[in-house]
């Protein structure tokens, strides 16, 4: 539930800056009658996004003949791919999007390509759309049969209206609010979700005998704290917690810090060059 927040909540705030900033600007330069193109793109993409999660759902079950373990693994794997990208890159060009956007809509009221500002909200919010799709279909993976779907749905519906009411607040006064330490918090407990999500990829492909344990389990904490119960559940969404598991699910949960920490060192050398 507590995954499921952080990631819409997050997802929705960004799409919903994207839609704000192109909005101020219009309304600045005295273009309102063009924010029904922002509009209509923005809700085209929350109609393609859904599209996206039904045919997703629809993919998932024309593939089953690659073995329920592989194909959840793929899924958990590229999650962890999208969310760890995600997290560098708005790290290092969060500054630069505003600026892009505004450039990008001068150019198409410039050339009367008014359907291009359509097409910059539909591109922003469908990206995001498409990255929670993928994020809580890992999220549903990791959690396995132990899932309280009202809870996940809760947690979700949560994070959406809490992102909306904070860029409302945003935009309307209180555009002096930093907003960088959302991120950069967000943004850690988004890293901890991958591994979680990373580790439960490498669990899955162990139960599939694609791996091998190494030793299994490690330990069994499960008297203390499982991942059945309402607080255990959370603690797994947030943090990947497992009660008892194999060495190389822990390895791997462990090495993904290092790793992620060296691609924003490498990333941050680059831009400084």
Same mark, same amino acid.
Not at 3 to 19: D, M, P, Q, S
Not at 70 to 96: C, G, K, P
Not at 120 to 147: I, K, N, S, Y
Not at 256 to 265: C, D, E, K, Q
């Given at each position: 539930?507590?995954?499921?927040?952080?990631?819409?909540?997050?997802?929705?705030?960004?799409?919903?800056?994207?839609?704000?900033? $192109?909005?101020?600007?219009?309304?600045?330069?005295?273009?309102?009658?063009?924010?029904?193109?922002?509009?209509?793109?923005?809700? @085209?993409?929350?109609?393609?996004?859904?599209?996206?999660?039904?045919?997703?759902?629809?993919?998932?079950?024309?593939?089953?003949?690659?073995?329920?373990?592989?194909?959840?693994?793929?899924?958990?794997?590229?999650?962890? @791919?999208?969310?760890?990208?995600?997290?560098?890159?708005?790290?290092?060009?969060?500054?630069?999007?505003?600026?892009?956007?505004?450039? /990008?809509?001068? #150019?198409?009221?410039?050339?009367? #390509?008014?359907? @291009?500002?359509?097409? $910059?909200?539909?591109?922003?919010?469908?990206?995001?759309?498409?990255?929670?799709?993928?994020? &809580?279909?890992?999220?549903?993976?990791?959690?396995?049969?132990?899932?309280?779907?009202? &809870?996940?749905?809760?947690?979700?519906?949560?994070?959406?209206?809490?992102?909306?009411?904070?860029?409302?607040?945003?935009?309307?006064?209180?555009?002096?609010?930093? $907003?960088?330490?959302?991120? /950069?918090?967000?943004?850690?407990?988004?890293?901890?979700?991958?591994?979680?999500?990373?580790?439960?990829?490498?669990?899955?492909?162990?139960?599939?005998?694609?791996?091998?344990?190494?030793?299994?389990?490690?330990?069994?904490?499960?008297?203390? &704290?499982?991942?059945?119960?309402?607080?255990?559940?959370?603690?797994?969404?947030?943090?990947?917690?497992?009660?008892?598991?194999?060495?190389?699910? $822990? %390895?791997?949960?462990?090495?993904?810090?290092?790793?992620?920490?060296?691609?924003?060192?490498?990333?941050?050398?680059? %831009?400084?060059?």
């Amino acid at each position: 539930m507590l995954a499921t927040f952080v990631i819409t909540w997050r997802e929705t705030i960004e799409a919903a800056l994207i839609i704000g900033i $192109l909005l101020a600007y219009l309304r600045k330069i005295g273009h309102h009658q063009e924010f029904r193109y922002i509009f209509g793109g923005a809700a @085209a993409a929350v109609v393609a996004s859904a599209l996206f999660a039904g045919a997703s759902s629809l993919a998932s079950r024309l593939v089953d003949w690659i073995g329920e373990a592989l194909f959840d693994s793929l899924i958990l794997l590229a999650a962890v @791919a999208v969310l760890t990208y995600m997290v560098v890159w708005m790290h290092h060009n969060a500054r630069e999007i505003k600026g892009e956007l505004l450039s /990008k809509a001068d #150019q198409a009221l410039a050339r009367h #390509q008014l359907w @291009a500002l359509g097409t $910059l909200a539909f591109v922003g919010v469908f990206r995001e759309g498409v990255e929670t799709v993928l994020f &809580l279909w890992g999220l549903m993976l990791q959690a396995g049969p132990v899932a309280n779907v009202t &809870l996940q749905v809760a947690g979700g519906l949560g994070g959406i209206a809490l992102g909306i009411v904070m860029a409302w607040l945003f935009f309307k006064g209180f555009g002096h609010l930093d $907003l960088k330490p959302f991120f /950069k918090v967000t943004g850690v407990l988004l890293l901890f979700i991958a591994a979680g999500m990373l580790s439960s990829a490498v669990g899955r492909l162990i139960s599939g005998g694609w791996l091998p344990p190494l030793i299994e389990p490690l330990w069994d904490t499960s008297w203390l &704290l499982n991942e059945r119960s309402l607080v255990g559940s959370l603690v797994a969404g947030l943090f990947g917690y497992r009660s008892h598991p194999s060495l190389l699910e $822990l %390895l791997v949960y462990v090495g993904y810090f290092p790793l992620v920490l060296f691609w924003l060192r490498k990333e941050h050398h680059d %831009l400084a060059q």
